[in-house]
């Protein structure tokens, strides 16, 4: 017999059981810092978004693997792609794919569209002649690289202004034609402006 008041200890052991819950990942999104990217001027960081648990994250671009290298960053546990000095070459369809230990989901591609230009532009005459005989008419084109399409203006002789467009006609040309005729490319989102002179020669002979 134990004495009054003396109580039996037993060992209890306890079982715990971590139930954790794992939810499949809906379809991701991507959203861009910036908008309206600019060559050389902008930073831009996408960054990719999925409802799940435990969410993983690759990127693509143009359905080719995107991975870290000395231009780009992947950060936010591979989440946000990152960037620096946007350049015309980055231009491109980017998609994520998130994806946990229940399933994966690809996002809609988001076109990255840079604006960059106008490079230094162009300039062809019609004829192909350094001299143009008085009486005939030339036609001056201008082109330049450009996203979006520049727009155009031509000046004679640098000041004064002569037309909008691409291209110029000079008909029935004289000597008050002869000079330097000059086309200013303009990108309205980007900026920029860039030009470049074409000499107009007349010579002796009348067509």
């Known amino acids: ?7 039996t200890q037993k060992d209890l052991t306890f079982l715990c059981w971590w139930l954790k819950i794992y939810s499949g990942t809906e379809r991701p999104t991507i959203s861009s810092n910036v908008t309206i990217p600019v060559e050389h001027n902008d930073s831009v960081a996408l960054t990719c978004t999925a409802v799940g648990t435990a969410v993983s994250y690759l990127w693509y671009k143009d359905n080719d693997g ?3 290298d000395t231009r780009i960053a992947l950060s936010d546990g591979n989440r946000t792609l990152t960037i620096p000095g946007i350049l015309r070459s980055d231009t491109g369809e980017y998609t994520c794919f998130g994806y946990n230990v229940m399933n994966g989901k690809t996002s809609d591609s988001y076109l990255l569209n840079v604006n960059y230009g106008p490079e230094y532009p162009n300039v062809s005459i019609n004829p192909h002649l350094q001299l143009i005989s008085s009486g005939s008419t030339a036609n001056l084109s201008c082109s330049a690289e450009s996203n979006p399409p520049c727009e155009f203006q031509w000046y004679f002789n640098t000041s004064s202004f002569l037309q909008n467009g691409s291209d110029l006609l000079i008909p029935n040309i004289t000597l008050k034609n002869v000079g330097n005729y000059t086309c200013q490319a303009f990108n309205s989102v980007t900026q920029r402006y860039s030009a470049r002179m074409q000499e107009v020669t007349l010579t002796e002979t009348q067509k």
């Open 1 to 7: 017999t134990q004495p009054p008041g003396d109580q």
């Open 66 to 68: 995107i991975y870290v």
